[in-house]
């Protein structure tokens, strides 16, 4: 230290907390919710069980799941005078930013008659905030293009009745391809949690205070959004577009670009704070890629022969094996969702829906917990003791 202030040896982060919620190893590439592996959930679960299991800690009985579905199903619809909030956003405004403002908004709507303290009103909390995300979501994307906002329809499913909220009109009957359903819950599953993330930490930093649930999730969006972060699914698609061509030189010339310190460029979709081995997410979201993909005949889709060609690219070339850069969540979900059709600038807003069960069962571990108000501790370096020049008279 600087002589004034001594470095405190026994100096231990506050930022670290105990969770029963997710596991994580880095190294092995291992990713449990609850004990179960998220292979083995993607394969055979769907979001809404998925659901059930990270924020009450086991999976549902047939009887639970279908009182849960129920439950959701009912707190679908958002207060009708949420919709004046769309009205003073310009048709422009990006979707995220939407989604902070009207999240943000849903404590003027419920938060007043709900005690955090007590169970029952925190399980009521989260079972709106589940249900209502995607209906946010998907009028978010309606206000963008000019379109009338679609309301919920309770006989579909989670992932279908978010489609058919994006991309229903009223001139005609829409119901959603099952593949892109299918997808688009396994999308769910595989955003649906991930331990102490940059986002998660943000909600559980905002909700030690005391803030109301809504308030912490409005947080964990603006966390979210950030491109290191939640917004990297929408930088691979914006990156893909800026390769373009996807002859072999024209590649190595951006991964060229990759390494080269001075240049910014970074091959978005890549890397990992935690894992230093193969995302498991990744290899499911590259499967269900292939599977939506080939259903659409869009096997040889350029982008994805891009994409194909820097993960192979990164699995030899030594800049990236030395650093363990691998491709993480983000990098093929943008094209999945490409290709069922959701614009780019909504990439990241389902990735805040998805992430929503993770936040607000971290905020819910956490209130039943019992915690005091967060507080990272810092080192100094700044200057020492100084004294105010005296005044020459
Ligand atoms: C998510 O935490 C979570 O769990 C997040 C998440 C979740 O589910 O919540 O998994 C979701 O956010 C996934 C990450 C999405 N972000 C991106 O894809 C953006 C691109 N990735 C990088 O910005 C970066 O890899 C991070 C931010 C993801 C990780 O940063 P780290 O761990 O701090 O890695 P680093 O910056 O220390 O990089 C180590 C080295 C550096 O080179 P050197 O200084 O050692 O020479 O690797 C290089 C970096 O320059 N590097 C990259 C790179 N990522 C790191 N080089 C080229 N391309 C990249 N993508």
Not at 283 to 298: A, I
Not at 323 to 331: A, E, M, Q, S, T
Not at 355 to 372: F, L, P, Q, Y
């Amino acid at each position: 230290g600087s002589g004034y202030f001594t470095y405190d040896p026994g100096f231990v982060s506050t930022a670290s907390c105990n969770s029963e919620i997710t596991y994580i190893d880095g190294q092995k590439g291992v990713l449990l919710h609850r004990g179960y592996p998220i292979e083995e959930l993607a394969q055979h679960s769907n979001y809404l069980e998925l659901s059930f299991l990270l924020l009450n800690g086991h999976l549902p009985s047939p009887q639970e799941y279908e009182e849960f579905s129920k439950t959701i199903r009912y707190h679908t619809m958002v207060h009708e005078q949420l919709v004046n909030f769309f009205k003073g956003f310009r048709r422009d405004a990006h979707p995220m930013a939407v989604m902070c403002g009207t999240v943000g908004a849903l404590a003027a709507f419920y938060h007043d008659s709900l005690d955090i303290t007590a169970e029952r009103d925190r399980q009521i909390s989260a079972h709106r905030l589940i249900a209502k995300m995607p209906t946010l979501a998907a009028m978010c994307h309606k206000y963008c293009i000019g379109q009338p906002f679609v309301y919920p329809r309770n006989d579909l499913s989670f992932a279908e009745n978010f489609l058919y909220m994006m991309f229903s009109t009223p001139c005609e009957e829409y119901l959603p391809n099952p593949i892109f359903a299918k997808a688009m819950d396994r999308i769910f599953m595989l955003h649906a949690d991930h331990e102490q993330n940059a986002s998660t930490s943000t909600v559980r930093l905002v909700g030690s205070t005391g803030a109301n649930p809504f308030a912490c999730i409005s947080a964990g969006i603006a966390a979210l959004w950030g491109p290191a972060h939640g917004g990297a699914n929408e930088a691979v698609l914006t990156m893909l577009e800026e390769i373009g061509d996807d002859s072999e030189e024209n590649i190595q010339r951006f991964v060229d670009r990759a390494k080269d310190k001075d240049d910014p460029f970074r091959l978005m979709g890549f890397g990992h704070r935690v894992y230093r081995n193969f995302d498991p997410r990744a290899k499911v979201m590259k499967e269900t890629c292939d599977e939506v993909l080939s259903e659409l005949g869009l096997g040889e889709d350029p982008q994805l022969k891009i994409a194909k060609r820097l993960e192979q690219i990164a699995l030899e070339d030594e800049y990236f094996v030395e650093r363990k850069l691998y491709p993480n969540v983000d990098f093929y979900s943008g094209i999945i969702l490409r290709a069922i059709g959701i614009p780019t600038n909504m990439f990241t807003v389902i990735f805040a829906m998805a992430r929503t069960i993770g936040w607000v069962s971290h905020w819910n571990e956490m209130i039943a917990n019992g915690t005091k108000i967060g507080r990272p501790r810092q080192l100094y370096t700044g200057p020492e003791l100084r004294h105010y020049p005296a005044k020459q008279d």
